[in-house]
Every structure is written in C-alpha cells, then in structure tokens.
C-alpha cells in the first residue's frame, strides 16, 4: 500500500543476492519508495558519492563480498555522512556479528524477514528525520 509520504523518498537497498533484492527494491517501490540498488558496499559508497541519488536511508546486508563489508559500509557513512540512517540484515546473525551491529548502534532486522516488516522499520526511521 503506497504512502504519500514515501513518494519522495529514496532508500539504497545493498544486498549480493540479487533475488533477495530484486524481492525488497520492488516491494519498496509498490509501497511508493524510490529505490537505488546495489550488490556490493563499494558499489554502495560510489552512489552515496554522487549528487544524482539522493539517497535518504540504506538497507543493508553485513555480509557482503569485496573489502568492504556492511560494517566498513557503516564505518564509511559515519566519516564521510554523520547521523545518515542505515538499517542492517542479515541471515548470519551470530553473537559477534550481533555485537558489531550493536557497537555500530544500527538498527537490525534478521532474515530471513517480513516485506511489511522492513518497510516499517524504514519508515519509523525516516519519520525521525
């Protein structure tokens, strides 16, 4: 169910698996989010780089493949874009995965998770802004 509020809206989902985020970028969008997708957090921070995104929240995967993984990609927000939102996922939640999510003090939905689920996460998130 589309949002008006949501129309402006755009979420940067990063996620490897790309039916995990073709699944979540199209629910986002039937909810009325504009959506910018990314496999990889380098590919990520190349778009949270550029002007054209006007990216307002990322949606990310821990684990991801390369160098940087989602707490680099963390890490790498908070330097370069203090207070930006960023909701973690992952499937691998374990006890020091957890604590390092906990330490980067963002918010965290496990997978395998609920569409509606993550869109109100996103939305409580953005309402603070």
Known sequence: MP?????????LVVEDDPVIRLNIADYLRTCGFRVVEASS???AI??????EAQ???????VQLPGDIDGLGLSHWLRL???GFPLIFTSAYAVAIEAEAVINERRPFIAKPYDD?????RIRSVLKVL
């Open 116 to 120: 509606q689920q993550v869109v109100h």
């Open 80 to 82: 370069n874009k203090p």
């Open 55 to 61: 990216v307002e929240l990322v949606f990310s995967e």
């Open 3 to 11: 949002d008006q509020l949501d129309a402006n809206r755009t979420v």
């Open 41 to 43: 957090a380098a590919e």
């Open 46 to 51: 190349q778009i949270m780089q550029s002007d």
